[in-house]
């Protein structure tokens, strides 16, 4: 059973930044496109940013644009999320996900389409 755990959350204030890992063990690291994903308090859990497996695309949710980073290491079994200029509406707790593709360049954008889960990283984004 593959495993996912993501680390890096925490307390910060509005405008600093924070990297969020993923570890993917027990799986084909390589195999797996990977998605972020968050769900604030009273609100559904939304997309956050989608990479391929080779890691030459990535999607962003629109308001973290600009922001947020997404990228893979594939020799470390890791998928980062830099998240710069953090405001308060970024409060959330950030879950990693993991889907199986044959396609090196494909990526998902639903939460439906991915097959593995973390547990989730607390971000906290004092005003």
């Known amino acids: 059973q593959v495993q996912i755990v993501e680390s890096g959350g925490g307390l910060v204030q509005a405008g600093e930044s924070l990297r969020l890992s993923c570890a993917v063990s027990r799986g084909t690291f390589n195999m797996y496109a990977m998605g972020w994903f968050r769900q604030a308090p009273g609100k559904e859990r939304e997309f956050v940013a989608a990479i391929s497996r080779s890691g030459e695309i990535r999607k962003y949710l629109d308001s973290v644009k600009g922001r947020f980073t997404v990228s893979r290491d594939n020799a470390e079994n890791t998928v980062y999320l830099q998240m710069n200029s953090l405001t308060p509406e970024d409060t959330a707790v950030y879950y990693c996900?993991?889907?199986?593709?044959?396609?090196?360049?494909?990526?998902?954008?639903?939460?439906?389409?991915?097959?593995?889960w973390g547990q989730g990283t607390q971000v906290t984004v004092s005003s």
């Open positions: 996900s993991a889907k199986n593709t044959a396609s090196l360049r494909s990526y998902y954008l639903t939460d439906q389409q991915y097959y593995y």
